[in-house]
T-cell receptor, first 111, second 112 residues
């Protein structure tokens, strides 16, 4: 079973700051997921990536398969980015599989 | 398109009662997942199905928990008898093949 570690657990920053959230995992995987959980509780998939880098608006996700590490970056952060960001990997490492989750990073962006 | 639909949104019941949570996946999706979220343990996988067949139920905590998927558009998670430690938010998610998972809004379950 894969183990997922995220850091930091909590992060408070000022509007406009560049944000980085880190994730490491223990077993080789086919793809890694970044999820966002809103204050109301809903969960949205942000990225699913297996190599390199993906960008969506102000969000950038990178992954280093050899080092078993991924980062989520937010550029020009805004209060509406305040949420819990969760890293997840396939439970057994590959394919269409249930996910094993990190404990999440609680991000607060202050105006 | 409608997303993953879960019902009920909230359930409060007394210990010992049977609880049934329901999920309608996105049409065309062939994978369905049940997860549970608690403050102590975070999000954890309970069970998942592929083409209505259970693939991995290793996360189901005890025999009190059971899940079924009688057809491609409906799944249930049942707890019988319920206990206070089962209180959590239960999420259903679905996906097509290896694509990203789509999550329902969750069912907030409180067992008194």
């Amino acid at each position: 079973k894969n183990e997922v570690e995220q850091s930091p657990q909590n992060l408070t920053a000022q509007e406009g700051e560049f944000i980085t959230i880190n994730c490491s995992y223990s077993v080789g995987i086919s793809a890694l997921h970044w999820l966002q959980q809103h204050p109301g509780g809903g969960i949205v998939s942000l990225f699913m990536l297996s190599s390199g880098k993906k960008k969506h608006g102000r969000l950038i996700a990178t992954i280093n398969i050899q080092e078993k590490h991924s980062s989520l970056h937010i550029t020009a952060s805004h209060p509406r980015d305040s949420a819990v960001y969760i890293c997840a990997v396939p439970h057994s490492g590959g394919g269409a599989d249930g996910l094993t989750f990190g404990k999440g990073t609680h991000l607060i962006i202050q105006p | 398109d409608a997303g993953v639909i879960q019902s009920p949104r909230h359930e409060v019941t007394e210990m010992g009662q049977e609880v049934t949570l329901r999920c309608k996946p996105i049409s065309g999706h062939d994978y369905l997942f049940w997860y549970r979220q608690t403050m102590m343990r975070g999000l954890e996988l309970l069970i998942y199905f592929n083409n209505n067949v259970p693939i991995d139920d290793s996360g189901m905590p005890e025999d009190r928990f059971s899940a079924k998927m009688p057809n491609a558009s409906f799944s249930t998670l049942k707890i019988q008898p319920s206990e206070p430690r089962d209180s959590a938010v239960y999420f259903c998610a679905s996906s097509f093949s290896v694509q990203p998972q789509h999550f329902g809004d969750g069912t907030r379950l409180s067992i008194l």
